[in-house]
């Protein structure tokens, strides 16, 4: 996993500003953020923006990266949760 976040950052880094953190990597597009934790077996993502199509676009941004590295890939998106209850 720690592979696939070398290579995702390597590749976005022209597009985005990119920060390798202790616990992983952050990916700084204009409009939004990708960060990355590589655990046993799995790269963790999570991309936030702030509204949903641009999160969906900066999750495909992301996707199609990682379906261009050297092994196949399977990403399974889990449903953003609200930071706040609604009123």
């Known amino acids: 996993a720690g592979g696939h976040a070398a290579l995702l950052c390597a590749r976005l880094a ?11 990597s952050q990916i700084d597009f204009l409009d939004g953020t990708c ?12 991309v936030e923006a702030d509204d949903a199509e641009t999160v969906a676009r900066l999750a495909g941004v992301v996707a199609r990266h990682l379906a261009d590295g050297p092994e196949a890939l399977r990403i ?3 449903p953003a949760r609200a930071s706040r209850p609604p009123r």
């Open 35 to 46: 960060s990355l934790v590589a655990e046993p077996g799995a790269l963790a993502l999570r």
């Open 14 to 24: 022209g597009e985005a500003d990119v920060t390798r953190l202790g616990y992983g």
């Open 76 to 78: 399974a998106w889990s």
